[in-house]
């Protein structure tokens, strides 16, 4: 027990100073409102060689395709493997009033790691995520 929660929060300390990155250089290009961790890493399920995925609401008058495009070459010194999708907000409210399936997905699953004019504490985040979707494996068995 003692030997994983030391893992997950070498684990957790490598995913906050990516995340910290791709944050940085994603705000650095474009106009995002929010930026939400999903996927295999919002989860605590990923693998070694597991993408980053990450979904930004952003004001843009780019084509869909294109402001992915750009998002991924600014990634891309970065070395991380992030794999963005980009909504403007009226998009993203239409796909939530159309109860779009993996965008419900993503949002039940996902973690806000960054809001315009908001501080967000990834790493409590991270933890709080964890402890809400594990709760059950922090528990002893008495015998």
Do not use: C, H
């Amino acid at each position: 027990m003692y030997k994983r929660s030391m893992e997950s929060y070498r684990t957790d300390k490598k995913l906050v100073k990516k995340l910290g990155s791709i944050i940085k250089t994603i705000t650095s290009i474009i106009d995002a409102q929010e930026i939400i961790l999903f996927g295999s890493f919002a989860r605590g399920e990923q693998k070694k060689f597991s993408s980053i995925d990450i979904l930004i609401i952003a004001k843009t008058d780019l084509p869909f395709i294109e402001r992915i495009k750009k998002i991924i070459k600014a990634l891309q010194p970065l070395n991380i493997p992030a794999e963005p999708l980009v909504f403007t907000p009226d998009e993203f409210r239409q796909k939530i009033e159309n109860l779009d399936p993996f965008i419900i997905s993503a949002i039940g699953e996902g973690i806000l790691i960054w809001s315009k004019g908001q501080k967000i504490d990834i790493k409590n985040q991270l933890r709080f995520k964890k402890v809400e979707s594990e709760y059950k494996d922090l528990l002893w068995e008495v015998e």
